[in-house]
């Protein structure tokens, strides 16, 4: 069974940090593209942050600079280092993984709310 637990979601100030951690079971982040995704109240579910195919990372234009994305594959957990937070960033944060194509097998997490006030 493959669950995907994300946590280190809180409410801080703009300015702050946080660090969300999404630990997976069931697939290995090192054999699946793994992604964080978050939704606002009105928004739809907008992808941020992700390690493609070939590992490398790629980000959304509006946390560039501010996120960063890591893995360590022998706790088989994936991050997401978030500094210079911003309101806009309030969001329900989701992990997810897939075999890095369109169509197949994919999960998501349950997610981690994030919430940044002024």
């Known amino acids: 069974q493959v669950q995907l637990a994300e946590s280190g979601g809180d409410s801080v100030q703009a300015g702050g940090s946080l660090r969300l951690s999404c630990v997976a079971s069931?697939?290995?982040?090192?054999?699946?593209?793994m992604y964080w995704y978050r939704q606002g109240t009105i928004n739809r579910r907008e992808e941020v942050a992700s390690?493609?195919?070939?590992?490398?990372?790629t980000y959304a234009d509006f946390v560039k600079g501010r996120f960063t994305l890591s893995k360590d594959n022998a706790k088989n957990t994936l991050y997401l280092q978030m500094n210079n937070l911003e309101p806009a960033d309030t969001a329900m944060y989701y992990c997810r993984a897939d075999r890095c194509t369109a169509a197949g097998e994919y999960y998501w997490g349950r997610g981690t709310q994030v919430t940044v006030s002024s």
């Open positions: 390690f493609g195919f070939d590992g490398t990372p």
């Open positions: 069931g697939v290995a982040v090192s054999d699946y593209c």
